[in-house]
């Protein structure tokens, strides 16, 4: 099983327990993946001390199978760019499989040399073509506290959503031609 539709809320306090900010969003997990929630653009004018994280709903559907479908990344690499502050992490992902997607997500996360977070971003490719390669980019305009050790790059995309599949050949009556 993986879930379509998970609806989820996001609260962050500060030290007196006063709330920051309050977000609300959707996000799709397939089966047997583990998901990193980025969300970028989380700005507050106070520290954060705590937060909190509710998964409002969940709408459950059942996966035959996710053979198929494979993305492998290649020629990935970090530089942190001379005179900023600014990193950067290039790379390239090939759609090994014989599916067109309108958009597969790409999540990145940086790792310290003790395996601790330092970074995340994500990016998306749309328009994937089968057999394909594609490039992609992702910036950080600050400092990154510490040294990168480790990256990974999680390409996924919604199989949940019949608009994701990329039609080739038209299939079977198109709106115009119910005229």
Do not use: C, M
Request: net charge negative.
């Amino acid at each position: 099983f993986g879930a379509s539709e998970v609806v989820y809320e996001l609260t962050l306090f500060n030290e007196d327990n006063k709330k920051l900010s309050k977000q609300e969003g959707v996000f799709y997990i397939l089966p047997g993946q583990t998901k990193f929630l980025i969300l970028q653009f989380l700005t507050t004018e106070r520290n954060v001390l705590k937060h909190s994280f509710k998964i409002k709903s969940v709408q459950w559907q059942k996966i035959d199978s996710l053979e198929g479908i494979n993305f492998v990344t290649s020629k990935e690499s970090h530089t942190v760019l001379d005179g900023t502050a600014s990193s950067v992490l290039e790379g390239a992902i090939l759609n090994d499989s014989d599916l067109d997607f309108e958009t597969v997500d790409v999540d990145v996360i940086l790792r310290n040399s003790g395996g601790e977070i330092i970074g995340v971003n994500k990016s998306e490719i749309r328009t994937f073509l089968a057999h394909s390669e594609r490039y992609f980019k992702v910036t950080w305009p600050f400092s990154l506290k510490g040294e990168v050790e480790k990256t990974e790059i999680v390409s996924s995309t919604n199989i949940f959503e019949n608009f994701n599949f990329i039609k080739r050949y038209g299939s079977g009556v198109e709106k115009f031609q119910q005229y």
